[in-house]
Structure formats: structure tokens, C-alpha cells
């Protein structure tokens, strides 16, 4: 028997990856063992570039990790939360009506995977992020 507070986090959880995604066009996403993989288009209309910048809109940094953590959640399995980052770069700033493509794989360390955003043939970002099992989507 699930508690009633796991099937509440479960609801929020799932609610959560539908706004984070509601911002984008997905064009394409492929789960394997070894990777996940989005290909998503960043509108003009998306609510992430409000105010990030006035004039120079660009996809904030928050905004393509959270991207880095539903590829993750998809990757693993189950709900997945931030524990860290490192080696964090923002190299290119995505811009609206770019095309980017998010991959996310695991490292030899539990709980670790290592990212990057690629537009066209530039790397975009790419990191390490620590994350922590919200639950088990078994459950």
C-alpha cells in the first residue's frame, strides 16, 4: 500500500515534468540503458524567457538544468531531485526559436550523470549533477 503523502509527491511530481516541458516543443526523446536524449525547439512564447533578458532573451541556465533533470528522471526510471552540480558550463546562449538537444548518461559514480545541451554542432552546456530518488515509480 502506497501511503497517501507518496501519491500526492508522485502527482505534484508528474504535474511538475508537464509545466517544465510546457515551455518547449518536443521534437524528439529516446530512453536506452546507456542514454537519454531530447530534442526540443525553444519558442518565442516560452514562459522561461520572461524577463531573462528584455531585448537579448535567452533559456536561463535553471531552465536547462531542470530540462537536464527530466531527461535524467526518464533515464533512471523514477522521480528524480537535485543534489549538486559541477563542472557546470554555459558555453552558448540558447536562444528563442533554437533547436537544442539535451543528453543525459550515467557516470560510474551512483547517483551522478553527466550532461550536455548541444545546439546545431556547438555545445551549449554541459556538467555533472548529483541527484537524490524522490520515489520509486514501482511503488
Known amino acids: 500500500m502506497i501511503p497517501s503523502h507518496a ?10 515534468l508537464s509545466d517544465i516541458l510546457a515551455g518547449f516543443r518536443l521534437m524528439d526523446s529516446a530512453v ?3 542514454e537519454a536524449r ?6 518565442a512564447g516560452s514562459p522561461y524567457l520572461t524577463g531573462h ?9 535553471v531552465a536547462q538544468l531542470a530540462l ?6 526518464l533515464l533512471q526510471g523514477g522521480a528524480l ?14 536562444r528563442p526559436e533554437d533547436e537544442f538537444e539535451v543528453l543525459v548518461k550515467p557516470t560510474d559514480v551512483v547517483d551522478e550523470l553527466r550532461f550536455e545541451v548541444r545546439a546545431g554542432n556547438s555545445k551549449a552546456a554541459s556538467g555533472t549533477i548529483r541527484v537524490t530518488r524522490l520515489f520509486n515509480p514501482h511503488e
Open 53 to 61: 533578458f528584455p531585448g537579448q532573451a535567452i533559456l536561463p541556465g
Open 32 to 34: 536506452s540503458v546507456e
Open 81 to 94: 531531485v537535485l543534489a549538486g552540480a559541477r563542472d557546470v558550463r554555459f558555453r552558448r546562449p540558447l
Open 7 to 16: 501519491k500526492a509527491s508522485k502527482k505534484r511530481y508528474r504535474r511538475g
Open 38 to 43: 531530447l530534442r526540443l525547439r525553444l519558442p
Open 68 to 73: 537536464v533533470l527530466h531527461a535524467g528522471s
